[in-house]
């Protein structure tokens, strides 16, 4: 087996952090597979100095409307497909990087996934909840396949109340509203493991979005929205899960496993 080191980050506009130099740290540090979302950009906006380091695979999914969502995938490791999952994706919103990989013979689905928000009107929540269910369901094919599942990205839901600063203020908030906490329980009971809890326990005050109000990142009040999931059977292969909240140029901070396969 190997060691892999997975990042995951948020950059709400990759021309912005390109400006910022905020991602200038992925040339210091060896990770194998960087999924990126709400980038903004089509594949020629993407600025060619937003780090130094050649990717042997690069998948770019683009949002139909433009300056809009759209997701990065980067790897070291050449999957075998790769596809933008307009199953799920229906709009066409480039919500998803799908890519599938065989590691030392298993066959591993790999989502670098953007949910939608569900906070600008109830046919937005309405149309998050049906992308959540699609994405269980075609999750759940591929198993049934013989995949194991790897996820990450920024699911737009704070899980439990350990997962947000201020629970009792935001419970009739999109992002933190029973349904939405209700279905991260669903998907967790068919079979995944939200490996940041896998590692860190029931730990505390770590948070992957602050609202740019209120000077709400200095003073930590946050929300874990950003994860990393991976299939039951993929559990003992965890060994470490983390957020780099001290990472700027975003209101998200990136996110990371690091596992052996």
């Not at 683009?62 to 596809?83: M, V």
């Not at 790897?150 to 908030?173: F, L, M, S």
């Amino acid at each position: 087996m190997q060691k892999y080191r997975f990042i995951s980050w948020n950059v709400n506009g990759i021309r912005a952090v390109d400006r910022k130099e905020a991602l200038k740290w992925i040339d210091k540090q060896d990770v194998d597979i960087l999924g990126l979302q709400e980038i903004k950009a089509e594949e020629n906006q993407i600025p060619k100095s937003i780090f130094e380091k050649e990717y042997k695979f690069k998948h770019i999914n683009p949002c139909s409307i433009k300056g809009r969502s759209g997701t990065a995938l980067y790897s070291q490791i050449e999957p075998f497909f790769s596809d933008n999952c307009l199953e799920v994706d229906v709009l066409k919103e480039g919500r998803i990087n799908e890519a599938h990989f065989n590691f030392n013979n298993k066959k591993i689905a790999y989502f670098n996934v953007y949910f939608p928000n569900g906070q600008s009107s109830d046919e937005r929540l309405d149309y998050k909840m049906q992308f959540y269910d699609r994405f269980l369901n075609y999750c759940q094919k591929l198993r049934e396949d013989g995949f194991s599942i790897i996820v990450c990205g920024d699911v737009n839901t704070a899980h439990t109340q350990i997962d947000i600063a201020r629970p009792k203020a935001n419970e009739k908030t999109s992002g933190f509203l029973p349904m939405e906490r209700e279905w991260i329980t669903k998907f967790l009971e068919h079979g995944y493991i939200d490996t940041f809890r896998l590692i860190n326990g029931q730990i505390k005050d770590k948070y992957s979005w602050w609202s740019y109000r209120a000077n709400a990142r200095a003073n930590n009040v946050g929300w874990r929205i950003d994860y990393f999931y991976v299939s039951e059977d993929l559990k003992h292969n965890i060994k470490d899960a983390f957020i780099l909240d001290d990472y700027m140029g975003s209101d998200h901070c990136p996110i990371g496993i690091e596992i052996e396969l």
